[in-house]
């Protein structure tokens, strides 16, 4: 057996006064909003009436501090997962406004779809697909919650949808305290590509069957209290 669902909720608003693009520095914890977007988050899974077996969270102190009433709601001890971190930035530790009208940081915008500024997108989605799928197999019964950030779920939800990577982080549906849901499938192997000049061999039924994630929910537990916040971290 293997969990039923996995949820990857975003963490709630960080105090963040000075608008830094704070990424993996320390010291960033959440503000009271958006601690109250946390607690929405943990009430919105406590009243799918859903069995959470699980809780893993990125080690940064935003996420930790987001996960905390989700594991007082289901009496869950948080476990660290490394692969679902937020990703580096060249940007770090800057305001992007002012970072973005100096010249020493242009190289770093030249080629968007990579993105040329921090990891690439096609790391970020080995790490987080690994991690998600694990998730599943991690328990018996149940749901898990990944507790991330908004760049590694909108990844994961690009590459469960088939959709390219390069995009306005400006529009990526990821709100902050987020909750988006996959499930996985399991799907007859699929026939072998023939090769040029070769004729198309049937599928072999003895093959071992394709695990493919299907995301099936999303929801904005905190979205009465988005308008108020001022930091949304979109990057």
């Not at 109250?36 to 077996?53: G, Y």
């Not at 060249?90 to 242009?106: Q, Y």
């Not at 779920?153 to 982080?169: C, K, R």
């Amino acid at each position: 057996m293997v969990a039923s669902q996995v949820h990857l909720v975003r963490h709630g608003e960080v105090f963040n006064p000075d608008g830094i693009l704070y990424g993996r520095l320390p010291g960033f914890g959440l503000s009271k909003l958006g601690h109250r977007m946390a607690l929405a988050a943990a009430d919105d899974l406590a009243a799918r009436d859903r069995p959470v077996s699980s809780l893993r969270v990125s080690p940064l102190q935003r996420t930790r501090e987001s996960a905390a009433p989700i594991a007082e709601a289901f009496d869950l001890e948080p476990i660290v997962d490394d692969r679902i971190i937020e990703p580096t930035n060249h940007f770090e530790g800057t305001n992007m406004r002012r970072a973005l009208k100096n010249p020493v940081n242009w190289p770093f915008l030249i080629y968007p779809p990579r993105p040329s500024w921090g990891e690439a997108y096609t790391s970020i989605e080995k790490r987080m697909l690994a991690a998600v799928h694990d998730a599943f197999d991690s328990v018996e019964s149940g749901d898990v919650v990944l507790v991330s950030h908004q760049l590694p779920i909108w990844v994961t939800h690009l590459s469960v949808a088939g959709e390219s990577f390069p995009h306005d982080p400006r529009k990526r549906r990821c709100a902050l305290s987020s909750v988006t849901t996959f499930e996985r499938v399991s799907e007859a192997a699929p026939a072998p590509q023939p090769r040029p000049g070769e004729e198309p061999a049937p599928a072999d039924p003895s093959a071992p069957p394709v695990l493919r994630l299907v995301e099936v929910g999303y929801a904005e537990p905190a979205g009465s209290l988005i308008a108020t916040a001022t930091d949304v971290g979109a990057v």
